[in-house]
C-alpha cells in the first residue's frame, strides 16, 4: 500500500528560521509563493524584470530578485520554471550557491530523472509535486483546503530530506487532502504518460476526432463543438467528485448503456497497445532525448503543431461560442475567417 501522509505527519517548524526562494512566479510560482507565506514561512521571490509575472509577484507584496540572489539567500530552493529551461539556470545560476545545509527541491522530476541537473552530494534534493495547476493550489488553500501532492526524496544529505518536504507540502496545504509518497522515476514517467495519452493528448485528440466525425458528416460545426468539447467539462466534474462509477449514475440510462457499450470500440486494444509503446518511450528516456532535442533545434515541430491546432475548426467555433458566455471566462472570437465545412446531407436519427 502507498504511504500518504496528512496533517499529523508534517510540522512547519521544520521550515521555521530557513528561507525559501521560489524560482519562477508563474502559474505554479505564484500559488506556491502565497501559500507557503500564509502558513507563515519566510518566502523570496526570484523572476526576471520585465514581465507580467514580475508586475504580479509586485503587487502581491514580494520584491522579486534575481535567481542567483535568491539562491544565495535561501536555504530551501524550489526550482518551478519550464523543464527546458532549467538546465541553464541551473548552471548559471543556483549550483554555485548549494552547499551542506540546504535543500534543491522540484515540483517535478525531469531533469532529476533523465540527469540534466545532478546536484552536489552535500545537498537535500526533493520534489512536492501538486497534482494540479497552481490556480488550484491558491484556491483551494483560500477556501481552507488543498491540492493532493506527491513526495519524493532524491538526496537525503542531512537525514531530514523528507521532514522537510512534508512541512514543505503542509505549507501548500496538501497535507490536508493527502501527500502520496512516490519516487522521482514513478513520478516522472507517470507524469508524462497521463499528460501524452489521457489529460492532453488522448483527451484533446479525441474531442477533434468526435468534432471532425460530426461536422464531417454535415452536423453543424456549433452543435458538434457543444456535444464534443463544451459538455464534456460536465462529465469530468462528475467524474471529478463521484468516480467513474458516480459518472454512470448520474447521466441517462440511454448514455450509460451506449457509453458502456460502444466506448471499447474507440478506445480498443490497439490504442491501449499504442499506450504501452508510449509508456516504453517514456521509461526508455527516448521521449526526454527526442523533447531535449526538440528545444536545442528552436522547437520547430512543437511550433507547427502548435499553429495547426490554431486553425483547427474546433478552435475557431470555440473562440466565438466562448465570448458569448463571459460566465466561463471565455476569450473574444478570433478574427479568423471560419473555414468552410463540406456541406455534405445532415443525418438524422429517430427517437429511440
Not at 247 to 263: C, D, F, I, N, Q
Request: proline share 4%.
Amino acid at each position: 500500500m502507498a504511504k500518504i501522509y496528512y496533517e499529523k505527519d508534517a510540522d512547519l517548524n521544520v521550515l521555521k528560521g530557513k528561507r525559501i526562494a521560489i524560482l519562477g512566479y508563474g502559474i505554479q510560482g505564484r500559488g506556491h509563493a502565497l501559500n507557503l507565506r500564509d502558513s507563515g514561512l519566510d518566502v523570496v521571490v526570484a523572476q526576471r524584470p520585465g514581465g507580467p509575472h514580475y508586475t504580479q509577484a509586485v503587487e502581491d507584496g514580494f520584491q522579486p530578485t534575481s535567481v542567483s540572489e535568491a539562491c544565495a539567500q535561501a536555504q530551501v530552493i524550489m526550482i518551478l520554471l519550464q523543464d527546458t529551461l532549467q538546465p541553464e539556470v541551473y548552471r548559471t545560476g543556483i549550483v554555485q550557491h548549494l552547499k551542506l545545509g540546504k535543500a534543491l527541491a522540484f515540483a517535478h522530476g525531469f531533469n532529476i530523472h533523465f540527469h540534466q541537473i545532478e546536484p552536489p552530494k552535500e545537498v537535500d534534493v526533493f520534489l512536492v509535486a501538486p497534482k494540479g495547476p497552481g490556480s488550484l493550489v491558491r484556491q483551494l488553500f483560500v477556501e481552507g483546503g488543498g491540492v493532493p501532492s506527491l513526495v519524493a526524496v532524491h538526496q537525503d544529505a542531512s537525514g531530514r530530506a523528507k521532514e522537510i518536504a512534508l512541512a514543505y507540502a503542509k505549507g501548500l496545504g496538501s497535507t490536508k487532502a493527502g501527500v502520496l509518497e512516490t519516487t522521482f522515476a514513478e513520478e516522472t514517467e507517470t507524469d508524462l504518460f497521463g499528460e501524452q495519452t489521457v489529460l492532453c493528448g488522448g483527451a484533446t485528440e479525441l474531442i477533434k476526432a468526435g468534432f471532425d466525425t460530426l461536422t464531417q458528416a454535415g452536423y453543424q460545426p456549433e452543435l458538434a463543438y457543444f456535444e464534443c468539447l463544451h459538455e464534456l467539462k460536465l462529465i469530468v466534474d462528475m467524474i471529478y467528485t463521484q468516480g467513474i462509477q458516480g459518472m454512470w449514475a448520474r447521466v441517462s440510462e440511454t448514455a450509460r448503456y451506449g457509453g458502456l457499450t460502444r466506448g471499447s470500440r474507440v478506445v480498443n486494444q490497439e490504442t491501449r497497445a499504442e499506450m504501452r509503446r508510449i509508456l516504453e518511450e517514456i521509461r526508455s528516456g527516448r521521449f526526454a532525448k527526442e523533447w531535449i532535442s526538440e528545444g536545442q533545434a528552436g522547437r520547430p515541430v512543437f511550433k507547427a503543431l502548435m499553429a495547426q491546432g490554431d486553425r483547427h475548426l474546433v478552435e475557431i467555433v470555440g473562440a466565438r461560442l466562448r465570448s458569448m458566455m463571459p460566465w466561463i471566462g471565455g476569450a473574444p472570437a478570433a478574427k479568423t475567417q471560419e473555414p468552410k465545412v463540406k456541406n455534405q446531407p445532415r443525418k438524422t436519427t429517430k427517437n429511440v
